[in-house]
């Protein structure tokens, strides 16, 4: 296995680790601002790479079709806040679970019925298409190597949002203190609406650029919206730090995995069993390594919340 | 001197900065009632969470009856024979009041592992709980949601969830807490009895029912015992006095 | 309002008198979709014991269905196929015997169960809904990939197992034999949840530090909760699997595991009868609103968001209100 090989798998690891980041920054942030768990955080991933999927087709614009998946998602994603989610803060986690379950089924077959069942496909844009050479004669492909640098864009704004502006501020009291807020006359359900359609925006950016490497398609959004709560899990519930760091972790995991494991496994036995016991087992890994983490953190990496 | 039926020696607690326990050594005799008091933020919830196992000491022991049980969790010691009441009240809020009682006799009885018979026809555990609701007066509300409860009747409720566990020592964060004088003044009265079954440490604001019921008094100022006495000698003390007495004359 | 007891009697009693009308009548396929019914009423009975009584929200109750599932499929394939099961030293002969199936069904998922929660109870809350939901999908992806077994394609049975002395493809018989065992396990459910171990199991799930400063461990409670939970939804997972003869990947899916919470919640969190009401009214949806519209899940979604929102008991608490503190 040459180096070469290595460093691409890396690669691949960042970036789909750093697009777990997008979808597990913005569960992470709802959950620590407002205490909600929102298993329909994938279906916003998933109207964000429809919108993308529409005005690219339309206008033929790749920078139109980001903008209109983070536009959709946050758009959506506020009206839910203001009919349903707002409701569900107050209840348990249980009825949190089964609302955005709910909301899930809704959002899902909704879009089956608007687009229809086939896939759709949004094209990586000419100006994005094709390999760079990095140092040391590496091939990569540019639109995967931009992903990883606007994952890490989105990742210094955020933190830039959080520690220095007014309403991180405001984002980091409600973590602590609802009354606080509500005290220092901040409107806590606008800021509640905004914190819920900015984590909508980010999934359905992720859904809009990850969606131009895979297809498309209704039920897109949940496997990904597992892996970011494995992602926040482990990180530790609330913490932006420990979303990232487990977003690597899992990606990480998860690529390594798929491609090294098989590889370990042609040692012992016949290359057909390795390749699908291999892959089961790197599958599974990262919810192996979920288990472990919790085993010895019960609450995450950077989780405080006991 | 008897030996103490509970015992803490040297228990300290850090958090971050803060010492929250200094090397606190006190003890419950039996027959008596210790009260510990102090200003907020003294280190008294903290303490009471080490006796009773919530809380693991930096360094330190407690002994119930005579044992090591440090590195004894919650229900352990609960088993050795500590009762303890909460200072906000911990009741299963969907369940009666006699269910709340029955749960006490199912510890009491340490046979939880039962899977047929109802638990309400259990002759044995209904009589444990029975009996413990009519010794606080709640005889009458037994089928009650606990929700419907008054404040008061909840705290009664929490004192007779504790009998029911027939311990060898009380442990009762602020039982006054939030009652009327009407309810203090029968509360105080049903402790003054109670002592004689088995000794309380007694943590309390209510200054007229320490004063009334205490044997003696720890006074706990940040985490430290600054002094351990009889009433009259803390109502001595110049330390305490200056201390926290002070503060409220 | 509605005595529960009567509530409960007239729901099991509904679906016998309903079966035998479309016995009569000679629609089998109706009496399919009651067992359905019945079935998916038993798994969401087993979920309710650890949700509605245990307050464990578990969103991975697929693994056990799934087990059970598989329990069922690699029993018969090594039945059919007249090829002995090798475990290492051990050698299993298959079988078609529905009993035994049963019996295996029910040790792997407590087996398995007994596993999954002593590392999930470490945890509480949102981690305890997620480790659950990581340990269905570490299974689906097992079942994917275990091509011995069908991988994801999944594996057939030809012929139903057997049951002595009935015969087990005529529909009605086999309804009666899941209707049977939903009634026992009730039963089962109902005297638990009175008993000690239920009065310690709903105060744990309430306060917790309660429990624990009576002397008892809330942690052991919620555990043997699970492990009951799990091998009664095993139990329905093997007869699943019997009733479609056929097991694949999906029944370890995290979809799955979500729709059995919804059935719970549907009829109504930790009540007798709520996991059959709401098997009822999901299967009579998917084939009423199926037949209507390719997208009756929207109607599903909508439906289960204004029982959140609007009727937290759910259809037995609407028409049965919970009352507090009799035998």
Partial sequence: MSTILIIEQILNGLQFGIMLFLMAAGLTLIFGVMGLINLAHGSLYMIGAFAAAAVAGATGSFLLALAAAMAAAALIGAIVEMTVIRRLYATDHLDQVLATFALILIFSEGTRWIFGSLPLYLNIPSWLAGPVTLPGGIQYPLYRLTLIAVGLLVWLGLWWLIERTRLGIQIRAGENDREMIAALGINISKLYTLVFALGAALAGLAGALVGTIQSVQVGMGEPVLILAFVVIVIGGIGSIKGAFVGALLVGLTSTLGGVFLPELFKLFTDPATAQSAGASLASMSIYILMSLVLIWRPTGLFGARA | ?249 | MIRERYLNLAVLAGLLALALWALAGDQPFTITLLTKVVILGLAAAGLNIALGIGGLVSLGHAVFFGLGGYAMGILAFHAQNFAPLELGPLSIAGTKSMPVIWLAAIAVSAAVAVVIGLLSLRTSGVYFIMITLAFGQMFYYFAISWSVYGGEDGLSIYVRNGFPGLNTLDPIQFFGICLAILCLVLLLSDRLARSPFGLALNAARQVPVRVETVGLSPTRLKLLAFVISGAITGLAGALYADLNRFVSPTMFSWQLSGELMVLVILGGVGRLIGPVVGAAIFVALEHLLGGLTEFWHIWLGVILLLIVLFARGGVVGLISPRRVGHD
């Fill in chain 2, 1 to 249: 001197m008897t030996e103490p039926v509970l015992a803490t020696r040297d228990l300290t607690k850090s958090f971050g900065a803060l010492k929250a326990s200094d090397g606190i050594s006190i003890d419950l005799r039996p027959g008596e009632i210790h009260a510990i008091i102090g200003p907020n933020g003294a280190g008294k919830s903290t303490l009471i969470h080490q006796i009773c196992g919530g809380l693991r000491p930096d360094s330190g022991t407690v002994h119930l009856l005579g044992r090591d049980v440090t590195a004894e969790g919650i229900a352990a010691r609960a088993r050795l024979g500590l009762g303890r009441t909460f200072q906000i009240s911990a009741l299963a809020m969907e369940d009666s009041v006699l269910q709340n009682a029955m749960l006490g006799a199912l510890g009491h009885s340490g046979r939880p592992w039962r899977f047929w018979r109802p638990a309400l026809r259990d002759p044995d555990l209904r009589a444990r709980a029975e009996d413990s609701l009519h010794r606080v007066g709640l005889a009458d509300h037994m089928h009650k949601r606990t929700a419907n409860l008054s404040h008061g009747q909840r705290r009664q409720l929490e004192v007779a969830v504790a009998l029911t566990l027939d311990p060898k020592a009380f442990i009762m964060d602020e039982p006054m807490a939030g009652l009327g004088a009407e309810g203090s003044a029968l509360l105080t009265r049903f402790l003054d009895e109670l002592r004689a079954q088995a000794p309380i440490l007694l943590v309390e604001h209510d200054m007229d029912a320490v004063f009334a019921l205490a044997d003696r008094i720890s006074v706990l100022v940040y985490g430290r015992v600054i002094a351990t006495g009889t009433v009259d000698e803390i109502r001595a003390s110049a330390e305490v006095r200056e201390a926290y007495l002070g503060e409220e004359a």
